[in-house]
């Protein structure tokens, strides 16, 4: 996976000596966390993934993308197995990432077509780049900085207000683990759909 923050971040943030690696392992571990914690708290992610995702048959030129951020199309199958070049469709909105939809453009011959059967479900396939953005924007890394050193201090005794969980298997960080100045941020970003 991707943490939204480096060991080296999170040293400097923390006020931890680089060279003191003992707590490496835990501090990847906890950095892991808090980013995977923004994952779920957003509904997005803050990385791009390279993933092909199924989509059925829309009303209209446009097809509305409400379950993942799109950033960029690699490869665009429609539902009758054609593949559509970048010239016959445009990504909305035009000057900004992330994309919510894919519009077949007014000039095209093309339109969203079903299976050859009729089937008009989960038939137009897009493999591409999946996310927020390519990389976690400022705030984000701040937010995943904030809660990691919270979650780390914890683990001393210090900054006991929220509880947590350690587990054989890796960190468990919940939202509770969130400190107030992060929520503001998390709000931001959240995906509403």
């Not at 199309?73 to 559509?84: A, E, F, K, R, V």
């Amino acid at each position: 996976m991707t943490a939204y923050a480096s060991i080296t971040d999170f040293k400097n943030y923390a006020r931890i000596e680089s060279t003191d690696t003992t707590d490496d392992a835990v501090i990847g571990d906890i950095l892991e966390g808090a980013s995977r914690l923004i994952d779920t708290e957003t509904r997005r992610t803050f990385f791009a993934r390279i993933e092909t995702r199924k989509y059925d048959v829309p009303d209209g030129n446009t097809l509305y993308i409400e379950d993942d951020d799109l950033l960029a199309i690699t490869t665009l199958t429609n539902g009758d197995d054609t593949t559509l070049a970048s010239t016959e469709y445009i990504l909305l909105p035009a000057n900004a990432n992330p994309k919510y939809a894919v519009k077949i453009k007014d000039s095209s011959a093309y339109s969203w077509e079903a299976e050859s059967d009729g089937n008009n479900e989960q038939v137009i396939e897009i493999l591409g780049s999946w996310g927020y953005s390519y990389s976690p924007p400022a705030d984000i890394v701040e937010a995943c900085l904030q809660i990691a050193t919270a979650f780390y201090h914890r683990r001393f005794g210090e900054n006991m207000a929220a509880e947590s969980t350690l587990t054989a298997g890796g960190v468990m960080i919940t939202p509770r683990d969130v400190p107030a100045s992060v929520r503001t941020i998390l709000m931001n970003y959240a995906r509403l759909a």
